[in-house]
């Protein structure tokens, strides 16, 4: 068959995976952190407590087209067809025939998370495309190195880093699979070209005293559990769907690297499963972590059948049953059934709306989780915030502060608060809320400790100096007839939240705008069990205990 059939193929079938994911992606509800990332859109910056910014751009340049599901997913759309185009240039074969280019679709579509990606908006979707523009650029690099290689090289290690923090990996695998590269000036002015255009991002992250790497790298540690480790590979499996994860380890053990780009693939797909397995033991490790896998898994897989008449009869009989099963999941996520539901794709936008039914046209405080505010936005089109406590983390919504906006005005708080709480429910629909008419949260209030501890033992009387200060352009009234607070010690370890009331020797009332006061208190240490805590002091009102301060490391002793 001539090449013009080939490439027309291809194109048709580009279309008709186009078609199906834009189909999907209007039909089928938005997930929680869509919704986030809406949010993101929404208010474009050069960073964000969780991610970098490249997410936040593509659902703007959605929502400049299209509201609803469409205006957070249409540049999700487009972008996973950039993706298997550039991974079709990789492969670069230059006989293909239409069975080759169904082998081609066959195994991208058969990957499960790649699958999603073409109609799930994530910071894992630019991640995909930038790891194959990467691929893509290596490869001529390896060629010629001429200028055009090393700026697409520099544009795409960019576009790695402003997608998602993986990227490191992505650079660093490659690297160390061609070590020959550092000896290269053309691969170092490449980097240095694409340091100069991550400096806003750096500038971000600076200014903002580094949120998403105290986030990843520090907050996430959750120490080991045996659950971590042992739950790992049958996670990768469900990622990658277990008969590809099988078919790349088979030709990875018996096929020999040929070249360095070859290596390369090789030393991203081990890489990345080992390193990630490897960090199974400081925490969970979230299944799609691993993603960026996929683009060299579809390039081997697909080298290696134009080859090995096996395993492309493998693919043929062994995959397309898979891809069946993957179709069907799409088609019953787009429905309305109980299980659905429970994964999270359906039935959120009832409850958004049965919310604002009841809060009608005021903002909506929600505690602890950036998904349900982020949904309301979505659904309602009306404003939500959230404010965390030492029960839950830090967001984005702890660097927008929507709630400063709302002191002493009337709000909705959707959350159980004693006291003062109703619960409303409907049919299945079930949530707590009450309407307050003044609003006082203490979340952005700083204390500092005088003296730092290290150890303590049970019983000990300690003295504390504390400083407090106050960052809003309001005062913080604590005995404030609505939202009154109290001071707490509290002793943190693994999911242990042992907190103590305490008394200043002279009580604070109000802490003035701008104000700065230094109190003290004496405590006795409480009855613990040895072992490390984390310690600090934080103030507490209907919203729980506030991260106030900023906990240091103690160790106490019997």
């Not at 992505?170 to 160390?176: K, M, R």
Request: charge should be positive; hydrophobic fraction near 45%.
């Amino acid at each position: 068959m001539s090449a013009r059939y080939q490439k027309n193929l291809l194109f048709v079938l580009l279309f008709v995976w186009f078609l199906v994911n834009l189909l999907q992606s209007i039909f089928t509800e938005i997930l929680s952190d869509e919704a986030y990332y809406g949010l993101y859109g929404k208010y474009l910056e050069w960073g964000y407590f969780d991610h970098p910014p490249m997410v936040a751009l593509l659902v703007k340049i959605s929502s400049l087209f299209f509201k609803g599901n469409l205006g957070i997913r249409l540049m999700t759309v487009l972008l996973q067809i950039a993706t298997l185009l550039f991974t079709w240039k990789i492969i670069d074969d230059k006989q293909p025939d239409s069975d080759k280019v169904y082998s081609f679709f066959i195994i991208a579509a058969s990957i499960c998370m790649f699958s999603a990606y073409g109609f799930v908006t994530t910071p894992d979707v630019p991640l995909l495309f930038f790891t194959s523009f990467f691929l893509y650029s290596y490869k001529k690099f390896l060629v010629d190195q001429k200028w055009l290689s090393v700026i697409l090289l520099s544009l795409s290690m960019a576009g790695l880093v402003y997608s998602k923090y993986q990227a490191v990996l992505v650079v660093g695998f490659v690297v160390l699979s061609n070590i020959k590269l550092l000896k290269s000036y053309k691969f170092w002015i490449s980097g240095l070209c694409a340091l100069i255009l991550l400096t806003p991002h750096i500038w971000w992250q600076i200014a903002n005293d580094y949120p998403s790497f105290k986030y990843h790298l520090v907050d996430r540690s959750e120490g080991f559990k045996w659950v971590y480790l042992l739950e790992y590979l049958p996670n990768q499996m469900a990622v990658f769907n277990p008969l590809i994860l099988g078919a790349v380890v088979y030709v990875i053990v018996k096929n020999k690297i040929k070249d360095l780009f070859t290596r390369a693939l090789y030393f991203l797909i081990i890489g990345f499963i080992a390193f990630f397995w490897l960090t199974a033991f400081r925490g969970h490790v979230e299944p799609h972590w691993t993603i960026a896998c996929s683009i060299p898994m579809i390039i081997l897989l697909y080298n290696n059948s134009t080859v090995n008449p096996k395993m492309f009869r493998f693919l043929r009989k062994a995959l397309l049953p898979s891809l069946f099963i993957i179709f069907a999941i799409r088609i019953l996520i787009i429905s309305n059934l109980a299980v659905v539901k429970y994964l999270g794709f359906a039935g959120k936008k009832e409850k958004a709306e049965y919310i604002e039914s009841v809060a009608k046209d005021l903002p909506v405080l929600f505690l602890g989780s950036f998904s349900n505010p982020s949904l309301y936005s979505f659904f309602t089109g009306k404003e939500a915030m959230a404010i965390n406590s030492l029960y839950s983390r830090k967001t984005q919504f702890d660097i927008w502060q929507f709630e400063k906006k709302y002191n002493n005005k009337p709000v909705f708080v959707c959350d159980y608060g004693e006291g003062s709480s109703k619960t409303y429910e409907k049919g299945r629909l079930k949530f707590f809320g009450y309407e307050t008419d003044s609003l006082q949260t203490i979340n952005r209030i700083g204390i500092k400790i005088k003296p730092r501890l290290k150890i303590l033992h049970n019983g000990d009387s300690i003295d504390l100096s504390l400083t407090f200060n106050n960052p809003y352009d309001f005062d913080i009234n604590f005995n404030h007839r609505k939202f009154p607070v109290q001071i707490y010690i509290a002793f943190l370890k693994d999911e242990e939240f042992n907190l103590y009331p305490v008394e200043l020797k002279e009580p604070i009332h109000i802490i003035r705008s701008g104000e700065t006061l230094i109190g003290t208190i004496t405590t006795v240490v409480p009855d613990l069990p040895d072992g490390k805590y984390y310690f600090g002091i934080c103030l507490q009102n209907l919203f729980g205990p506030a991260i106030n301060d900023s906990f240091s490391e103690i160790k106490i002793i019997k």
